[in-house]
């Protein structure tokens, strides 16, 4: 672990009143510690190992003796063990005088995405007098805040993310007017074709549903199952890419169209309400940082919902409303989710997360809206997929 990363784990400590973290991990199975340490997924890690990092003062590590590679990427004070005892001991040692540690633990998997560290440790810590707390905040506060450089590569990939979306939209409507057949699999090899140009990559392929695939947010195409793409059908696309420099950050964006001239009421009218409700988070945000209050992922969830539901498709609306994005395309960061999870966590200073409302009508179709938002380290908003979709589009319009 680099000076410059301690000293900015300590300070996050210190502004979260949290006096001692222990980062615990096994085969990489904690990868938020290992992202913290500074391990990346190269480095062989097959044992055990600990950091016990306090507010103030040089941490503590805890290493098998076979790996004692991983001490040259912990602090100083190192010790190494072989056996079961000798691991428990000098975990209880790490621990002495410690009355509670916060770990990547979440009461009763209310956060999975912060749940890494598994019951068994959680006991053996517990057994030794210390009480354990959730890591949450610092998560969201560390692992998903992003450099100047990663919040520029942010607004850069939704940006090209926007570009791919509206070059896919004007293939689709040239294939269809050169009556050329089309099917969902090949808009998404379109995709990456047009990602390979621009540089950008993705960890799994885009997502073209048509019709009723569409009421599917997972739904994935193969060449196999593809359905066709052709004159009347409805079309949402979802895609996103990141730079190839280490640490990019990912651009994520969804968009629906209609195979048409003229878009039929029956998705323009479900669009509206989701759109209103993509808008209306997208603005709970703005006004909370410009009033300079906080504002939780779990208040913004709330603000889609009650859209969604007063419009009469509570039932409807299968999934959060946004998540945490970073290098990783889910980020650890805070979900705008009270609904899957209640994500209490506040929203902070240079991060990013998607807002992605939507309604899915089973064996009709599906419509969600998805936008970006970067926050800067001042707390300015902004929204690189701008501008945004205010209606389905008319793919063969003129």
Known sequence: MKAEQLRRIQNAMKEAGVKAWLLSNFRDSNVIASRLVGFSPEIHQTRRWALLIPDEGEPKGLIHRIESHLAQSMPDSVTFYSSQNEYEDGLRGMLTGLSEVVMEYSPKNALPVVAKVDAGTVELVRSFGVNVVSSGELIARLDS????????SAIRAGQECRRVMMETFGMI????????????????????????????????????????????????????????????????????????????VYGD?????????????????????????????LEGVREAFEAGRGVTGAELDDIARTIIDNA?????????TGHSISADLHGAGT???????????PIFPSTSFSIEPGVYLPD????????????????????????LQEHVIPILAE
Do not use: M
Not at 254 to 281: H, K, L, Q
Not at 335 to 345: H, M, P, V
């Open 312 to 320: 009469g498709y509570a039932d409807q609306f299968i999934h959060r």
């Open 253 to 281: 964006i969804t968009w629906t169209g209609y195979v048409g001239e003229t878009v039929p009421d029956e998705y323009e009218d479900v669009f509206r309400i989701v759109r209103d409700a993509r808008d209306a988070v």
């Open 173 to 248: 409507r040239d294939r269809i007017l050169a009556e050329t057949p089309i099917t969902e699999y090949d808009v998404v090899q379109y995709i990456l074709g047009q990602f390979e140009t621009s540089g950008l990559i993705a960890e799994h392929e885009p997502n073209c549903s048509v019709g009723p695939n569409s009421a599917n947010p997972h739904y994935q195409p193969t060449a196999e199952s593809a359905s066709p793409v052709e004159r009347g059908s409805f079309v949402l696309i979802d895609l996103w890419g990141k730079e190839k420099t280490e640490g990019s």
């Open 335 to 345: 979900n705008l989710d009270n609904f899957e999870t209640r994500d209490e966590r």
């Open 145 to 152: 805040t992003l450099s100047h450089a990663q919040l520029e």
């Open 364 to 387: 009709r179709f599906g419509i969600r809206s998805e936008l970006d938002v970067v926050i800067s380290g001042s707390g300015k908003i902004l929204v690189p997929t701008e501008p």
